[in-house]
């Protein structure tokens, strides 16, 4: 019987293996990854044909490598890595200091993805590792809105228009406000009964990513929260840099 998604584990597994012979960053012909992988000519054409116009391979006359795009892929998978390992500790002693749920997050697109979550609270919340929120609805996504490169900041600014496909606007005072204190709030506008404290990860150049704490209304005190939040995201950024540090200077 067809699967009515067209999904198919073989067809993956496929792609995976075309794909996995330019892990040297090699170029190769159809019909070196034809020989290579054991794919009959016209399957490993198909596929290639279909990786190009994805944008995932490129093209050029008979030769085929992985395109810029996967490189950018793979550039910003490791960066992610970096700061989850850098920040993973701090945001274990962010939560036995708070006693509230602790996020890791980073803005992709119009939302904030979490990359790591520590705790549990009494109030279920709709965050999950990997998981996704409207970023302005978010304290961490205000953070991030806010420490961000100078268009993207206009675009959330300007948001409402007929060209902001459906973006929440965030007031420039409250952007100004978050950019001058390095810290973001919010309180019942993602989920009702939830409060939200969360500070940029980075420096006055670059923002690479937002820790926050979450927890109950009435649990989240702001004023002493964001000095924990603050002094969390200034320890993971030193853990990030000092990373980096060390993988430039192999």
Known sequence: MKNSDDFSPAVIDRVATLLDEFRDG??????????????????????????????????????????????????????????????????????????????????????????????????????????????????????????????????????????????????RHEIARIRQHRVAYEREECVAGVACVAAPIGNSRTCVGAVSVTGPVGSVDFVPLAISVRSAAHAIWRNHDECDSARRAV
């Open 26 to 171: 090699a170029e190769l012909t159809l019909s070196q990854l034809s020989g290579r992988t054991g794919l009959p000519r016209s399957s490993a054409h198909r596929m290639l044909s279909r990786l190009v116009e994805l944008g995932w391979v490129s093209r050029r006359g008979r030769m085929y490598g992985l395109s810029r795009r996967m490189f950018e892929w793979g550039a910003l998978a490791q960066q992610h890595d970096r700061l989850h390992r850098a920040a993973h500790p701090i945001l274990h002693e962010l939560h036995e200091t708070s006693g509230l749920i602790v996020h890791l997050a980073v803005l992709d697109g119009n939302d904030v993805r979490y990359l790591d979550k520590v705790g549990f609270g009494r109030i279920a919340l709709p965050s999950r590792i990997g998981g996704r929120q409207p970023a302005a609805r978010t304290a961490l996504g205000k953070a991030l809105i806010a420490h961000a490169a100078a268009d993207r900041i206009a675009a959330y600014a300007a948001a409402g228009s007929p060209a902001s496909r459906g973006r929440q606007a965030l007031p």
